[in-house]
């Protein structure tokens, strides 16, 4: 593609040259490539970093080249754009993060988004047509629950949901079912689910599908934002496509918006031509930081799942705690069949954990609110460490009964760790926990 775009001229190619992605037949790890790879300082007046590059259009060589570009923007060509077109559809910046994104899940090719909502839905509108119906995984992301049911139920699309935890038999007959409504277009999973942190077994699902669907398989796309893409890698266990919510951990500061998709070079092919028809992708400044994040990823994921190790190790079996919703408790618990999954698909335990105080939301306000280091916030995967009560506040809309079924109750705490020192966290929350 390089050597073709070389007879043409294409514009400003920005690949390095040669990109070093070995040494000696061992291939490079991540966090070493998340430094230079998809970036060649030659190209940017030798700047070490990527320059931010703010410009909303890129001058072609030549008119032919303006014209090859455009088939590739266009789908005319398979492959996408071989040079920089116009800030809707490629840009340096987004480029370079897409390289990097894709190789924590070894993906064949990924796109990056102006936040995670807006990559579910450029997702969903590639693959779904009026009268399809999507089978999904429950619960998901509040706003996914949302876009499926209420936005694209307004266009015909149906949906059907197996409980996260669900085997193999138990999906097979909720992907027959659906078999039975209409052309199943899409399998959309989230795991571990928010704020159960329920595992859906990949590899189950993916055996379902492949049993039930012989021809015109629907995709498998799942949701791996908190525990991806370090600690879960779906592509590995039959997913097709791994969505994110790049505001989390990958972008880790809190201080930034923007999402991601990353597998199969022929499903992100239509979706990068939805991306390009409506817009949905990253602003430059954001990609850049995006960029700077990923150097520290392996190290802010790790020293915050260390930390989360450490502080549920303290609340468990506190005497007004009731139970820990941890992943790292899951091989010493009663749930055999979550820790079967769990040993299969994680290669972590995160740091975003569910804390049931003994009481209700009298008990839960008044722990939020003695803590002294941990932020009273919604989101999680930052380097700071934030505390919410999903009941009154990111699940208030969800109806009572559903949110009794879905264990979130009055008393449920929400905890995202950081990288803060591990003993100091330790003293706010037993200072807390004394204070109900
Ligand atoms: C935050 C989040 C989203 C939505 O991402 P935004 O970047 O806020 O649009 C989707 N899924 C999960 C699991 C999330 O935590």
């Not at 704020?195 to 077994?201: E, F, H, M, W």
Request: proline share 5%; charged share 20%.
């Amino acid at each position: 593609m390089q050597d073709e775009s070389e007879l043409t001229g294409a514009t400003a190619r920005r690949r390095p040259k040669p990109d070093v992605l070995e040494i000696g037949g061992r291939k490079l790890k991540p966090a070493t490539l998340m430094m230079g790879h998809g970036y060649d300082p030659a190209l940017s007046e030798g700047s070490l970093k990527a320059p931010i590059f703010l410009t909303s259009t890129f001058v072609f060589e030549n008119a032919a080249a303006g014209k090859r570009h455009f088939e590739g923007v266009t789908g005319k060509r398979p492959g996408g754009a071989e040079g920089l077109v116009y800030s809707r559809f490629n840009g340096p910046n987004q480029e370079i993060l897409e390289d990097r994104l894709g190789v924590w899940e070894d993906a064949e090719d990924a796109l990056t988004f102006s936040s995670g909502m807006s990559a579910i839905a450029t997702l969903l509108l590639t693959f779904v047509q009026p009268g399809d119906v999507i089978v999904h995984s429950g619960p998901l992301y509040a706003a996914t629950e949302t876009l499926i049911g209420r936005i694209l139920g307004r266009f015909g699309v149906q949906w059907l949901d197996f409980p996260a935890g669900a085997t193999r038999e138990e999906i097979e007959a909720v992907m027959d079912r659906a078999k039975s409504l209409g052309r199943v277009s899409l399998i959309y999973l989230e795991s571990p689910a928010n704020p159960t942190n329920v595992l859906v077994d990949v590899q189950a699902v993916a055996a379902a599908r492949d049993t039930l669907f012989a021809e015109q398989r629907p995709p498998i796309a799942i949701d791996n934002t908190f525990l991806g893409p370090l600690w879960s890698k779906p592509l590995e266990h039959g997913a097709d496509l791994s969505v994110y919510s790049l505001t989390k951990y990958a972008g880790g500061h809190s201080d930034l918006v923007a999402g991601g998709v990353v597998g199969a070079k022929a499903l992100i092919t239509p979706i990068r031509m939805m991306r390009n028809t409506i817009g949905t992708i990253t602003d430059p400044n954001t990609a850049w930081m995006l960029l700077r994040s990923l150097e520290t990823l392996e190290l802010r994921m790790s020293r915050a799942g260390e930390n989360a190790a450490r502080v549920c190790g303290f609340f468990q079996g506190h005497p007004k705690v009731e139970s820990v919703g941890y992943l790292g408790f899951l091989e010493s618990g009663s749930d055999a069949r979550q820790a079967d999954i769990y040993r299969r698909h994680c290669s972590g335990a995160g740091s975003t954990f569910s804390l049931y105080l003994r009481g209700g939301e009298r008990e839960a306000f008044a722990f939020l609110d003695a803590l002294k280091i941990a932020k009273l916030a919604v989101s999680l995967g930052g380097t700071e460490t934030l505390a919410s009560a999903p009941a009154a506040m990111t699940h208030l809309s969800v109806p009572d009964e559903r949110r009794k079924a879905l264990g979130i109750s009055d008393n449920l705490v929400r905890i995202s760790i950081g990288v803060e020192d591990a003993d100091d966290l330790i003293a706010d929350f037993e200072q807390a926990l004394r204070a109900i």
